[in-house]
Structure formats: C-alpha cells, structure tokens
C-alpha cells in the first residue's frame, strides 16, 4: 500500500515544455547581447593586425628606397649623385613591398633627404649636429620635403618627423634619409577611428668614396644653404 510520502508527483508535459522554451529563450537573448561584442572584438584584431603589418612593409619599404638610391648614386669617379630619375626610379620600390600604394584613393608619400653632420669626424652621437642638406619629394601626395635647417636628435622609438633625428642616425659621415608616410584606414573601424597618419624613415650612408662623402642632389632648388657638395674620392 503506497502512502502520500512515497508518491512522486511528476511534472505536467505542458510543464516541462515550458521550462525548455524557457531556457532556449536565455540563450537566445544571451547571444543577441553578447554577438556584437564579440563581433566588435574580432573586427578590431584584424585592423590591428592588418595595422602591424602595414607598419612594418612601410619599414621594408624604406629601407629597399634607401638601398637602391645608394646604388644608384655611385659614380665611376668616385662621387655620388642623383638625379630626379634616379631618385624616383628608387622610390618605385615601394611599391613591392606595399601594392595598396597603387589604389587611387591611397594617400602616402615617398621623400629622399640627404643629412649632413658639421662637426669632427669622430664626433659622438652627442657632439654631432646635424642639418639638411637637401630634400626632395618624390612619390604620393602625402611627400613634402624636410625643411632646411638643424634637426633635433629624438629616441629611436620616437616617431618621426621632418625636424627630428633619430639618435642612432647620428654620425660623422652624411645620411640619406629616406621617409615613407601613409594614412593606414582600418578596414571595419575606419569610420570610427578614421585614417591614422604612419611614418617610418630609413637612412643610409653613400657607398663609395671617403668617409665624409655625401650624395649630391643636381637640381640646385632643393639644396639648403647648408649644402656641401661632395667631394671626389681622391681628394
């Protein structure tokens, strides 16, 4: 004989079916809040990947400008000198590193800057001062030339600029700079954050003659007032 204690009493099917619509629901409304952060979170990793990797093309960029304008420059008599070809067929290398640059809507700028240092030749990285000898834009409508006078030395994780230096750049022989800008725009946050301005710089010394030889820029209206014209390799 059962008692009243020992009968279990079963929940209604109706019941039952209620509770699971119940739980489906909480999940559904769980997903619906949490769906856009995480959307929102993935958007964001992949601008900033994409980012990363577009600051260091733009490194890779100035870097292969530098070393063919330094290539280029060399000749047979022991000089260096570019010419407006020369330079720009040098800065067409970053377009290899950097094909986003042949968009129509892409806004950058490739600039050649040749630095000249008036102190000894053992001059430290302290005692150097150095200043522009020439500078020529050459690529993007972003290029505008360093303008004429003495540069401040910054860290090298500064960023760039056209009135600064990096502390590492600093030396005794003179330094073809070469600067790269772009205006990176995130793929999915660009119309929140909108374009952000990058620059990288890369410098090089001239690869034939003493160690006080530059690279001459011939078009006399790019030339600073402190423009040493280089000298032969004999000299």
Not at 196 to 212: E, F, K, N
Request: with cysteine; hydrophobic share 45%.
């Amino acid at each position: 004989m059962r008692t009243a204690a020992s009968i279990r009493l079963r929940p209604w099917p109706s019941l039952r079916r209620h509770q699971n619509s119940s739980r489906r629901g909480v999940a559904a409304l769980e997903f619906a809040l949490l769906s856009p952060m995480l959307i929102l979170m993935l958007m964001s990793m992949y601008d900033i990947a994409n980012g990363w990797l577009t600051w260091r093309r733009m490194a890779a960029a100035a870097g292969s400008v530098g070393q063919i304008a330094t290539m280029l420059a060399v000749n047979a008599d022991g000089t260096n000198s570019l010419t407006y070809d020369l330079a720009w067929r040098a800065s067409t290398a970053v377009y290899a590193s950097m094909p986003q640059l042949l968009m129509p809507s892409a806004r950058y700028g490739v600039t050649l800057t040749e630095m000249q240092f008036s102190a000894p030749a053992n001059c430290g990285k302290a005692s150097c001062v150095a200043s522009v000898a020439w500078s020529r834009p050459l690529l993007g409508t972003g290029a505008a030339p360093r303008p004429c006078g003495v540069l401040t030395a910054v860290a090298d994780s500064a960023p760039p600029g056209p009135a600064v230096l990096a502390q590492s750049a600093f030396q005794a022989a003179p330094v073809l700079v070469v600067d790269v800008t772009y205006a990176f725009k995130p793929l999915f946050l660009g119309g929140v954050v909108g374009a952000i301005q990058m620059a990288r710089s890369a410098y090089y010394p001239a690869r034939s003659g003493s160690l006080d030889q530059s690279i001459a820029y011939l078009d006399p209206f790019f030339q600073c007032p402190a423009y040493v014209p280089p000298k032969n390799k004999d000299d």
